[in-house]
C-alpha cells in the first residue's frame, strides 16, 4: 500500500511540475530549495534513492540545494539530531526549481514524525516554480508511457505552445522530421543528451537522440533561458537518460506499426500544365502505391554494482521498416524495395565517490541503415517490372561519449565538469553505378520529335558519389561554478566547442558531368543574367530545346570552434521576488579546408539575460514573470565549403538535333559558354576576402512577459506574450559585377572576385579584395546601394495555457497561440523552395531575388491549438489523446522577374513574381489547416502486478491529408508554365496503428 502510494506521489508530482517553466536549459539537474522553521542546530538533510546525500543548515530560515541529478528525493528537517518533519516523493525535474518547505516545528516530546504521516502528496507540492524565469515543458517518462506520440525527441517537443513541424519538410540524417520554434528555422535549434551538444554541427539539422526508452525526462525550452547556455535562437531539445539505482530494474518492448492498417498517400498530378514528353499523362508521382511497415524490440536493465555507491543503466532498441516507395516519372530509382535498420543503444553509469564528489559516464548511439533494390516500373499500368539494380547502401547517425564530474566543495560552493565528443558518418555505397555511363536529368523535357513522344534514359541511376570517410566530429567542454553567497546565487563558467566537417561534398559520377534536358520559349533567353540567349537562332533550336552539360563538385574538410563565458547572479531580493541577471559572451571561429580562419567573431558579444520572478501570494499559487535577452548563434561548417571552399559549378547550354539510346544527346550546337551561376570556378578564395569586413555573428533579441495562476486546487492557467526581433544574419551576396563596379569607381584596379562573399544582410558590408599590385582594399556597399530593404524577422505570440495536473483520474493540457512572423527572410533556411544551405540559400543572393519579400515568413501559423492528456478509466485500463488543430502555412508563387519574365541573377524562375505580377509571400493565401487527432488505450491486467502492458494507438485518427509544402515554381523557362506548380510536396502522414507489449519490472 506504502508503495502505491509512493508511486501515486511520484506521477503527480512529476505532471504537476512538468508544465511549468525552469531554470536552465541544457541542464542535466534541478534543484530543491524551501523554507523552514528556525529550529535549534537546525538542518536539512537530502537524499536520493541513489545513495546521494546532503546536510543543509537552515540559515534565516531558508535552504537550498543546486545541481541534484535528476530523480526520486526524500526530504528530512532535523533539529539536535532528531526528525522534526519528513517528506518523501519529492521529484526532482531537469532544470526545475521544486520548492519543499516545512511548516511544522519540534514535537513536544522530541519522537520522530512517521513515515506514513509525512508522505508527500501531489497537491502537496507548489504547482508552479515561482523560482524560474523562462519558457519550457517537461515531460517525464510516466507521461511517455500514456501519450500517444511518434517516437522521437520532435515529437515530444510538439506538445509545446509555440512549436510547430518545419514548413520544408526537411529531415535530421537520422529521418526525425525537424520542427520550428517561435517562427526560427529549422536549423536554429539545440538537441542536447545528458548536457552535451549533439547537434548536427554541419547545417544544424537536427542532432544525435536516444533511444525512447531510455529517455527519463525531456525538457522543451521555448524561450528565455539564462546565461549559461546559448547557441541557439529558436528552441531547445534537452533530453536526460535513465539511471540506475539501489533497486534493480529490467523491462522490454516490442512494437508493431502493420502495413494492412496503413492508409495511403493521395497520388501527385501534374497541377499547371503537361511536359512535352509526359510519361503516364498526367501523373506525376503515384504515392498511392508505396507500402511500409515496421516493428521495433527494446530492452533495458539497471540497478547497483555497488549499493550507495556505483550503479548502471543500459538500453537497446533495435526498429526495421520495410516497404515499396514509387518514385516520380523522372526519378532514377522508379520502384525501390527498401530496408531500414535503425540500431540505438544507451548506457550510463553513475559513481558516488563520496558524499561530495560524483562522476556520470553517459554512452550513446543512433545510426540508421538503409538499402534495397530498384526496379523499372510502368507509371501508366501502375505496376512493376523487371530488376534493375541494387539500391545504393547508406549509413548515417554515430556514437557519443560524455564524462561528468560534480563536487560539492562546501555547503555553498559546487563546481562541475563535462567534456565529451561525438562521431557520426554520412556513407553512401552507390550500387548499380557504372562510370562508364553518364546520368542523363530531366527526360521528360526531351523533344518529342527526337524521341517519338517516349523519354529516353539509360541505367545510370546515380548522379553524385561522395568520399566514403564522410562525416562530422564534435567535442564539448565546460566548467560550471556556483556559490551560494545570503540571497544571491552566483553562476560563472566557461562553454567551449570543437566541431570538424571531415570530406564532405560531392563529385559527379561517369564522366564527370550530367546532361540536364530543358524547354524554353525559344524568342526568349534561357539566362539573361548568365547571358545564355533565346534557342531559336540556332540549328534545332527553333521549339525551345535545349540541354545543359552541368558539372558539380565540392569536397572539403573545414573545421570551427565556438567559446563562451557567462556570470549569472540569482538574486532573491525578498521572499516573493527574484531576480536572474546574466551576461554572456560568446566567440566563433570557422576555418577553410586548408585550415586558414575566414571568420574571427573573437571581439566582446555580449548577450544580457534579465529576468524577474514574483510571487504575488506568497505561496506558489500565482506568478508574475518576465524575461528578456540576446541570443548569439555560430556559423555551422556548411558555408566553409560554399562560400570559402574550392566549389565547381558550371554549366554549358547546347541546342541538340538527336538523343542516342543512352538518352545522351547529339548533334550538339553550343548556345553558350562555360558559365558558372555563382561564378564557382574551383578556385579557393583568399580567406581575407571571405567575408565583409568584421562580420557580425546571427542574433536575436527576445522579449517574453507572463503569468501562470493556481485555481481551485484543480487547475493552472497562464498567460504569456512573446516578441522576438532578428537583429542580424549571415547569408551570402553573389552580384560580384556590383561589387567590382563599386571599386571601379573609387578608382581601384582589381585582381579578381570571389564567387560569393558572406555579409550581414540589410546592412552596410565592406568588401576587402586585393588590386592588381597585391594590395587589400575596402569597397563598401550600403543598404541602399544593394538595393534592398534593412532585414527583417519579427515574431510576436500570444500563449494561452490551462493545465489540470494530475487528480481523480485524469491529466490534461490545452493550449492556443495567436501568432504572427513576418519579414524579409526565414533565417538560416529557406522553407519553401528546399533549400538547406544553411547561412547561403538564394536569399541576398541579387536584389532581385530579394524585391517583394516582405511578407508572412514560410513558418508562420497564425493560429496553433493544442490538446493532450489521458484518463484512468481503471487500475487497468488508461486512454489518452493528442489533438493538434494548426493553420496553414503561407503560400508562395515564384515565377521569372518583372513583366518581361528576365532572370538577371541567373537563377531561373525563383523571383517573388507570380504571372508576371509582385507576388509577396502570402498573397497568394495559405494552405490548409493542418488537423491531427491521435488516440491511445494500454491495459495493465492486475495479475501481472501493473508490470505488462498492452498498447493500441492510432495516429491521425481521421486520415487528414493536408498539404504542408508545395512546388513554388510557376514557370520552367519565361513564358512557360512549369507543370508542377502547386504539387504537393510534403502532407500529413496518413492514418496508421501501432500495436505494442512492454513488460518492466
Given at each position: 500500500m506504502r508503495t502505491a502510494a509512493i508511486r501515486a506521489a511520484v506521477l503527480a508530482a512529476s505532471i504537476l511540475a512538468a508544465m511549468s517553466s525552469t531554470v536552465s536549459a541544457q541542464s542535466t539537474t534541478g534543484s530543491i530549495f524551501g523554507q523552514a522553521p528556525k529550529v535549534d542546530q537546525g538542518t536539512v538533510v537530502i537524499e536520493s534513492q541513489t545513495g546521494l546525500r546532503r546536510e543543509l543548515p537552515v540559515a534565516g530560515g531558508r535552504y537550498q540545494s543546486p545541481q541534484l541529478p535528476v530523480g526520486v528525493y526524500k526530504v528530512t528537517l532535523i533539529s539536535d539530531g532528531k526528525t522534526v518533519e519528513q517528506k518523501d516523493a519529492v521529484t526532482v525535474l531537469v532544470g526545475s526549481n521544486i520548492e519543499v518547505s516545512f511548516a511544522g516545528a519540534n514535537n513536544a516530546n522530541g519522537a520522530i514524525t512517521s513515515l506514513d504521516s509525512v508522505q508527500v502528496l501531489a497537491s502537496a507540492i507548489p504547482p508552479i516554480d515561482v523560482s524560474s524565469v523562462d519558457s519550457r515543458t517537461v515531460i517525464t517518462r510516466e507521461q511517455l508511457a500514456r501519450l500517444p506520440l511518434g517516437r522521437d525527441s520532435e515529437s515530444i517537443a510538439l506538445l509545446s505552445p509555440g512549436v510547430v513541424d518545419n514548413s520544408g519538410g526537411f529531415r535530421s540524417a537520422t529521418g526525425q522530421s525537424l520542427v520550428s520554434f517561435g517562427g526560427s528555422s529549422a536549423s536554429e535549434n539545440a538537441y542536447y543528451i545528458n548536457g552535451f551538444n549533439t547537434t548536427d554541427p554541419l547545417k544544424g539539422l537536427g542532432g544525435l537522440t536516444m533511444p525512447y526508452g531510455a529517455i527519463e525526462q525531456q525538457e522543451t525550452y521555448t524561450g528565455g533561458y539564462s546565461a549559461q547556455y546559448g547557441r541557439s535562437d529558436g528552441g531547445v531539445i534537452n533530453a536526460i537518460g535513465r539511471r540506475g539505482s539501489n533497486e534493480w530494474q529490467f523491462g522490454g518492448h516490442m512494437i508493431w506499426e502493420p502495413a494492412s492498417l496503413r492508409e495511403s498517400r493521395d497520388d501527385v498530378r501534374y497541377e499547371n500544365a503537361l511536359p512535352q514528353s509526359p510519361v503516364a499523362g498526367d501523373m506525376y508521382w503515384p504515392k498511392s502505391r508505396d507500402t511500409r511497415w515496421s516493428s521495433t524490440a527494446s530492452a533495458y536493465a539497471g540497478g547497483p554494482v555497488l549499493k550507495d555507491k556505483l550503479f548502471f543503466f543500459a538500453g537497446v532498441e533495435y526498429e526495421r521498416a520495410e516497404g515499396d516507395t514509387v518514385g516520380n516519372v523522372t526519378s532514377a530509382y522508379p520502384y525501390l524495395d527498401y530496408q531500414h535498420r535503425k540500431p540505438r543503444w544507451y548506457a550510463k553509469i553513475d559513481w558516488n565517490i563520496n558524499d561530495n564528489n560524483f562522476l556520470e559516464l553517459t554512452g550513446a548511439s543512433s545510426k540508421v541503415k538503409t538499402q534495397g533494390d530498384v526496379y523499372d516500373y510502368d507509371f501508366n499500368a501502375l505496376s512493376r517490372l523487371g530488376f534493375v539494380s541494387g539500391a545504393d547502401t547508406t549509413e548515417d547517425g554515430g556514437d557519443l561519449y560524455v564524462a561528468k564530474y560534480t563536487s560539492y566543495l562546501t555547503e555553498n560552493l559546487t563546481v562541475s565538469a563535462l567534456y565529451g565528443e561525438m562521431k557520426t558518418r554520412a556513407y553512401a555505397s552507390p550500387a548499380g553505378y557504372d562510370p562508364d555511363l553518364v546520368y542523363v536529368d530531366g527526360i521528360s523535357d526531351q523533344n518529342p520529335a527526337l524521341n517519338g513522344g517516349t523519354?529516353?534514359?539509360?541505367?545510370?541511376?546515380?548522379?553524385?558519389?561522395?568520399?566514403?570517410?564522410?562525416?562530422?566530429?564534435?567535442?564539448?567542454?565546460?566548467?560550471?561554478?556556483?556559490?551560494?553567497?545570503?540571497?544571491?546565487?552566483?553562476?560563472?563558467?566557461?562553454?567551449?566547442?570543437?566541431?570538424?566537417?571531415?570530406?564532405?561534398?560531392?563529385?559527379?559520377?561517369?564522366?564527370?558531368?550530367?546532361?540536364?534536358?530543358?524547354?524554353?520559349?525559344?524568342?526568349?533567353?534561357?539566362?539573361?543574367?548568365?547571358?545564355?540567349?533565346?534557342?531559336?537562332?540556332?540549328?534545332?533550336?527553333?521549339?525551345?530545346?535545349?540541354?545543359?552539360?552541368?558539372?558539380?563538385?565540392?569536397?572539403?574538410?573545414?573545421?570551427?570552434?565556438?567559446?563562451?563565458?557567462?556570470?549569472?547572479?540569482?538574486?532573491?531580493?525578498?521572499?516573493?521576488?527574484?531576480?536572474?541577471?546574466?551576461?554572456?559572451?560568446?566567440?566563433?571561429?570557422?576555418?577553410?579546408?586548408?585550415?586558414?580562419?575566414?571568420?574571427?567573431?573573437?571581439?566582446?558579444?555580449?548577450?544580457?539575460?534579465?529576468?524577474?520572478?514574483?510571487?504575488?501570494?506568497?505561496?506558489?499559487?500565482?506568478?508574475?514573470?518576465?524575461?528578456?535577452?540576446?541570443?548569439?548563434?555560430?556559423?555551422?561548417?556548411?558555408?566553409?565549403?560554399?562560400?570559402?571552399?574550392?566549389?565547381?559549378?558550371?554549366?554549358?547550354?547546347?541546342?541538340?538535333?538527336?538523343?542516342?539510346?543512352?538518352?545522351?544527346?547529339?548533334?550538339?550546337?553550343?548556345?553558350?559558354?562555360?558559365?558558372?551561376?555563382?561564378?564557382?570556378?574551383?578556385?579557393?578564395?583568399?580567406?581575407?576576402?571571405?567575408?565583409?569586413?568584421?562580420?557580425?555573428?546571427?542574433?536575436?533579441?527576445?522579449?517574453?512577459?507572463?503569468?501562470?495562476?493556481?485555481?481551485?486546487?484543480?487547475?493552472?492557467?497562464?498567460?504569456?506574450?512573446?516578441?522576438?526581433?532578428?537583429?542580424?544574419?549571415?547569408?551570402?551576396?553573389?552580384?560580384?559585377?556590383?561589387?567590382?563596379?563599386?571599386?571601379?569607381?573609387?578608382?581601384?584596379?582589381?585582381?579578381?572576385?570571389?564567387?560569393?562573399?558572406?555579409?550581414?544582410?540589410?546592412?552596410?558590408?565592406?568588401?576587402?579584395?586585393?588590386?592588381?599590385?597585391?594590395?587589400?582594399?575596402?569597397?563598401?556597399?550600403?543598404?541602399?546601394?544593394?538595393?534592398w530593404e534593412r532585414l527583417k524577422r519579427k515574431y510576436y505570440g500570444a500563449e494561452f495555457m490551462l493545465e489540470h495536473p494530475f487528480k481523480d483520474d485524469w491529466y490534461g493540457m490545452v493550449s492556443y497561440v495567436f501568432s504572427k512572423n513576418y519579414g524579409n527572410t526565414e533565417g538560416q533556411l529557406r522553407s519553401d523552395i528546399g533549400q538547406t544551405f544553411t547561412s547561403t540559400t538564394q536569399d541576398w543572393d541579387y536584389a532581385e531575388i530579394m524585391e517583394n519579400t516582405n511578407g508572412l515568413l514560410n513558418n508562420d501559423h497564425k493560429h496553433q491549438f493544442k490538446v493532450f492528456g489521458y484518463y484512468q478509466l481503471a487500475p487497468e485500463w488508461t486512454v489518452s489523446g493528442n489533438l493538434r488543430l494548426i493553420s496553414g502555412a503561407p503560400k508562395v508563387c515564384l515565377s521569372y522577374y518583372g513583366e518581361n519574365h528576365t532572370d538577371p541573377a541567373a537563377y531561373g524562375g525563383i523571383y517573388h513574381f507570380c504571372n508576371g505580377q509582385p507576388s509577396s509571400p502570402g498573397s497568394e493565401g495559405r494552405l490548409p489547416w493542418i488537423r491531427q487527432f491521435d488516440l491511445g488505450a494500454s491495459y495493465r491486467p492486475a495479475f501481472a502486478d501493473g508490470k505488462l502492458a498492452f498498447s493500441v494507438n492510432v495516429f491521425n485518427v481521421f486520415n487528414a491529408k493536408a498539404e504542408t509544402n508545395i512546388y513554388v515554381r510557376s514557370e520552367s523557362a519565361p513564358n512557360v508554365p512549369h507543370p508542377r506548380y502547386g504539387q504537393a510536396l510534403s502532407t500529413q502522414e496518413p492514418r496508421y496503428v501501432r500495436f505494442s507489449v512492454s513488460y518492466d519490472y
Open positions: 523519354p529516353i534514359g539509360n541505367a545510370q541511376i546515380v548522379s553524385s558519389i561522395t568520399d566514403p570517410r564522410r562525416g562530422n566530429k564534435t567535442s564539448n567542454f565546460r566548467f560550471d561554478l556556483s556559490y551560494v553567497l545570503g540571497d544571491h546565487t552566483i553562476s560563472v563558467g566557461i562553454d567551449n566547442q570543437k566541431a570538424q566537417a571531415v570530406a564532405q561534398g560531392s563529385i559527379p559520377t561517369g564522366p564527370g558531368y550530367i546532361w540536364r534536358y530543358g524547354e524554353s520559349d525559344p524568342n526568349v533567353p534561357i539566362s539573361t543574367g548568365l547571358g545564355v540567349p533565346a534557342t531559336g537562332g540556332f540549328p534545332n533550336g527553333e521549339d525551345g530545346y535545349y540541354v545543359v552539360k552541368a558539372i558539380d563538385n565540392s569536397l572539403a574538410t573545414i573545421h570551427s570552434t565556438q567559446r563562451a563565458q557567462y556570470i549569472e547572479d540569482r538574486w532573491q531580493v525578498t521572499d516573493n521576488l527574484l531576480l536572474s541577471l546574466g551576461l554572456r559572451n560568446d566567440q566563433f571561429t570557422n576555418y577553410n579546408s586548408d585550415g586558414d580562419a575566414y571568420i574571427r567573431q573573437t571581439k566582446p558579444q555580449w548577450a544580457p539575460r534579465l529576468g524577474f520572478s514574483w510571487n504575488v501570494n506568497g505561496d506558489s499559487t500565482f506568478k508574475v514573470y518576465g524575461n528578456m535577452g540576446r541570443y548569439y548563434l555560430g556559423l555551422p561548417l556548411n558555408p566553409s565549403i560554399n562560400s570559402a571552399g574550392a566549389v565547381i559549378q558550371t554549366r554549358q547550354y547546347f541546342t541538340y538535333g538527336g538523343i542516342d539510346a543512352n538518352g545522351v544527346p547529339t548533334d550538339l550546337t553550343p548556345i553558350s559558354g562555360v558559365v558558372a551561376p555563382n561564378n564557382y570556378f574551383g578556385q579557393l578564395p583568399d580567406p581575407k576576402t571571405v567575408t565583409a569586413r568584421d562580420l557580425k555573428a546571427e542574433y536575436q533579441d527576445e522579449f517574453i512577459v507572463g503569468f501562470t495562476r493556481e485555481f481551485r486546487n484543480d487547475w493552472v492557467y497562464g498567460v504569456k506574450l512573446t516578441n522576438r526581433i532578428l537583429r542580424n544574419a549571415i547569408d551570402d551576396f553573389c552580384d560580384i559585377e556590383q561589387v567590382a563596379d563599386k571599386a571601379a569607381s573609387l578608382g581601384y584596379d582589381i585582381e579578381s572576385t570571389n564567387s560569393c562573399y558572406l555579409i550581414n544582410p540589410g546592412r552596410t558590408n565592406v568588401f576587402v579584395l586585393r588590386d592588381t599590385s597585391g594590395n587589400y582594399v575596402d569597397v563598401p556597399l550600403t543598404h541602399e546601394e544593394f538595393g
